[in-house]
């Protein structure tokens, strides 16, 4: 019998990829990029921990496609993040994987030039190459961590992390957050299940071993002690948002009986603003409202936002991209932006 016949028979075709040092090599971390990394996590940490009474917002594009827009952006990010760091951390959202329902552009990792090409290790280069510009300009970032190989490629640059809503529930996903080396948002699921995130909580805080590659490429067990800076995000679901006063009353009493952390961050958009970026900013003032009103749950916001508001379709011909539009989830425009996290400012005055 022809053994062949029972193996890779779906597998149209491999190639070796790079290996973590290789892409480390080449586009290595410069003392720069580290400290702002560094300084963005330990500032993450102290406001969970409830020693930095300042609010962190995970604020940027739906997902990156266009890296010389994302640079331009985080240019203007910093200069507005420089105006409010004394009430407002802002972490500048970074996202180079985008979980299909069914299918279509997965992003900037898998398919850096928009066509199907599927270009990976140009991509992980790319990633990694517009990362360290962003951290250079003394901005941390923050990612979805969806693929469990590609935090070894690019993590060490990265300030905050999320478990999405669509592998919230993954034992995977729930292992690597618990050896990730920044704080993990863990968001509730797509139907609005707010359980699976707390039990998403429990589980990334507590030890675990699992498979993965090091960073020689190597298959490797690695055994985790725990993350003990994971944190609920609600981000609405189910046709319905989730950040009422009442939903967030619940979720404290549940992580209060189970003696985790009681920190929330609230996703502005999705089922909070029921698909419409129009109406971002507005969850957005609620939230910082309640904030402003005394509740000390909720510990940061999510905005996506992009150079101009909306989206677009990936056109047939790459040059009649609009240039800085989302070709993912629509967004909120710059100007936007800025004055709704400048009136947050004031109002947590």
């Known amino acids: 019998m022809d053994i062949k016949k029972l193996l890779d028979t779906h597998i149209k075709s491999s190639q070796v990829l790079l290996t973590p040092l290789d892409i480390e090599e080449k586009i290595p971390l410069s003392e720069e990029a580290a400290k702002t990394v560094l300084r963005g996590r330990w500032q993450l940490e102290h406001i969970l921990e409830g020693h930095d009474t300042r609010k962190f917002v995970v604020v940027g594009p739906c997902s990156i496609h266009d890296p010389d827009a994302a640079l331009d952006y985080a240019q203007k990010l910093k200069t507005l993040s420089d105006r409010v760091r004394d009430r407002i951390l802002i972490i500048m959202r970074v996202y180079f994987e985008k979980p299909r329902t069914t299918v279509g552009w997965k992003g900037l990792i898998n398919d850096p030039d928009l066509d199907g090409s599927f270009h990976i290790e140009k991509g992980l280069l790319t990633a990694r190459q517009l990362l360290l510009k962003i951290a250079e300009l003394g901005l941390p970032a923050g990612t979805e961590a969806l693929d469990p190989i590609t935090p070894q490629y690019l993590s060490e640059l990265v300030s905050w992390s999320a478990i999405g809503a669509r592998t919230i529930e993954s034992q995977t996903h729930r292992e690597m957050a618990s050896g990730l080396s920044m704080p993990v948002g863990l ?93 971002q900013p507005q969850v957005f003032s609620e939230v910082v409202d309640r904030i402003a009103a005394g509740d000390r749950a909720i510990v940061g916001m999510m905005l996506e936002s992009n150079l101009y508001a909306g989206k677009q379709s990936i056109p047939e011909n790459r040059q009649d991209l609009q240039y800085g539009v989302s070709i993912t989830d629509p967004c909120i425009g710059w100007e936007e932006t800025e004055e709704t996290i400048l009136q947050a400012y004031q109002k947590l005055g």
């Open 187 to 279: 968001k509730n699921g797509t139907d609005g299940n707010i359980q699976v995130a707390i039990d998403a909580l429990q589980a990334s805080r507590n030890p675990h071993h699992f498979l993965g590659i090091n960073g020689m490429g190597q298959v490797s067990i690695f055994k985790t002690q725990g993350n003990p800076y994971g944190h609920i995000i609600l981000r609405g679901g189910g046709g319905k948002p989730n950040f009422n006063s009442e939903v967030i009353r619940w979720v404290e009493s549940k992580l209060e009986e189970l003696d985790l952390p009681q920190k929330i961050v609230v996703d502005c958009s999705h089922g909070n603003s029921n698909k419409d970026h129009r109406r």
